[in-house]
């Protein structure tokens, strides 16, 4: 396929990035697509320009402190809308949806918190330090029950999961072996600093805890619960324990096939070819489960810029949520209110505190609520995301940013791009539009479109900036239906 340069700077900031905005293009343009791509995979040097505190969600105006998880969820859709750092939010996207914890059961943001954090800090580094990691991970424990897991009467709800979805993935163990591995596992449980009731206590331990730079909540091993006996595990037998049994798991050929699958189709497409996989796996072996060399060999392959996989997956609610306010470039106004020097104690201001809420409640309707996966398998991609529920709820987001009633900033926002591309004429707006959205469209949509807008008024609608959010909201709408714009 033969794609141009910002044709190849787009696809990355899709699939690799959530969205392609008009600056982010610009600059990626200048930079070129090899910078472009270590930009994307080195973002550990790269400052994220996301200042928001979780806490400030929690703490609030009356002085109560409230941790439910969907505050950190709040929390989190900031951060992805503001983030200069995508990458690492797309493959903490990625492993939230693999290793599925749910705030359905582990009830605590302050849990939930540190099992964002853990598959954050571990996203693209070694797939044995991420899985020993969430294998310890306060959430994981309580949501698989491997706190009660104790010699004697090992649970196997962990056990199972870490092999069947985790790592081999179905049909590549015995039910031996899952019994063997709850063994290994046994001895795990959690402690907490925070009380679950109480907020005058709760904020009392929560001050206690930053001042002491001690963590809010943790796992605990105990020797003594542990079952130190020999087990045989995919035909090894020896006294197994969990850091012996994690790793004979992730050196396993076939969790590197079953991950590099995974990780294929998040960013590729579904269904790879069997030469594909066996290509990414070997990468996955040579550099010892290196998350970060296995994207590079993603994006180095061929396939990943054929007519396969350029612009032919579906977006998920968060490609297509985040994605449109990004290309908006709200980001940056998205703090508007709150004040720079905010520390923990400092309750969020209203308007980023807004924006949060639109963001979680927008994807939470197109069917995917962050931090709440349906179950331990996670979400279903692909053409799950667009039944008729669902695209009507991304048709209903148009109405989010322009109409009768709503703000006119993104009437303003729109009306400045159009200005600063000289737009003359309904046709050159109805060309800032396509471009802004970064989506291809037919030569009759786009005349579908442009006649539209002729109906609202043309022009002279534009020329007031309430007025302009009316007549935009439908031609946006109409934009927003396009197959192609479902695409990424």
């Not at 044995?128 to 706190?147: E, F, H, S, Y």
């Not at 998040?266 to 970060?292: H, L, M």
């Not at 996989?309 to 609610?317: E, F, H």
């Not at 940013?401 to 303003?412: K, M, V």
Request: hydrophobic share 40%.
């Amino acid at each position: 396929m033969n794609l141009s340069t910002r044709d190849q700077i787009t696809h990355l900031l899709r699939r690799l990035g959530l969205g392609a905005s008009a600056s982010e293009i610009a600059a990626c343009e200048k930079m070129g697509v090899p910078k472009t791509i270590e930009w994307l995979l080195d973002f550990e040097k790269v400052d994220e320009g996301f200042p928001v505190n979780p806490w400030e969600f929690c703490f609030q105006e009356d002085g109560q402190v409230l941790t439910d998880p969907t505050r950190i969820g709040r929390w989190w859709a900031l951060r992805l809308l503001m983030t200069k750092r995508p990458l690492q939010e797309r493959l903490t996207l990625f492993w939230h949806d693999h290793f599925a914890v749910s705030g359905a059961k582990v009830e605590s943001g302050v849990i939930m918190l540190v099992h964002l954090e853990t598959l954050r800090s571990h996203c693209n580094g070694k797939f044995i330090d991420l899985l020993g990691a969430v294998t310890k991970d306060p959430a994981m424990i309580q949501w698989l029950d491997n706190d009660q897991s104790v010699r004697g009467v090992p649970n196997e709800n962990f056990a199972r999961e870490l092999l069947e979805l985790f790592t081999l993935g179905i049909g590549n163990y015995s039910e031996t072996d899952v019994k063997e591995c709850a063994r290994s596992l046994t001895g795990w449980s959690l402690r907490s600093v925070i009380p679950t009731v109480g907020a005058n206590s709760a904020r009392a331990r929560l001050t206690a805890a930053f001042e002491s730079n001690i963590p809010l909540v943790a796992s605990t091993y105990s020797d003594g619960y542990h079952d130190p006996g020999m087990k045989t595990i995919l035909g090894e037998t020896k006294a197994f324990d969990t850091d012996s049994l994690l790793d004979k798991l992730a050196k396993h050929p076939q969790t590197a096939r079953y991950i590099c699958g995974k990780l294929w189709e998040f960013f590729a497409y579904p269904n790879p070819e069997k030469a594909v996989i066996d290509r990414i796996a070997k990468v996955f072996q040579s550099t010892d489960g290196n998350i970060k060399s296995v994207i590079k060999a993603i994006v180095d392959s061929p396939e990943f810029w054929s007519e396969k996989c350029v612009r032919q997956q579906i977006k998920s609610p968060v490609d297509f949520t985040i994605s449109i306010i990004r290309q908006l470039e709200l980001g940056d106004a998205a703090l508007r209110g709150r004040d720079p020097k905010s520390d923990w104690f400092t309750p969020i201001s209203q308007y980023p505190r807004g924006v949060s809420e639109i963001l979680l409640s927008a994807m939470r309707l197109q069917g995917m609520f962050l931090l709440y996966p349906p179950d331990v398998s996670g979400w279903e991609w692909g053409n799950a995301w667009v039944s008729p529920a669902m695209m009507m709820e991304r048709g209903k987001f148009a109405s989010y940013l322009l109409g009768p009633g709503r703000g006119t900033g993104t009437a303003s926002l729109i009306l400045l791009r159009a200005r600063d591309a000289g737009a003359k004429s309904v046709e050159d707006v109805i060309d800032v539009l396509i471009d802004m959205f970064d989506v291809p469209v037919t030569a009759t949509q786009r005349e579908i479109l442009i006649r539209a807008l002729n109906d609202e008024g043309g022009l002279a609608s534009l020329t007031e900036v309430q007025k302009a959010s009316n007549a935009l909201a439908p031609v946006v709408k109409l934009l927003f239906a396009t197959p192609a714009f479902h695409l990424c």
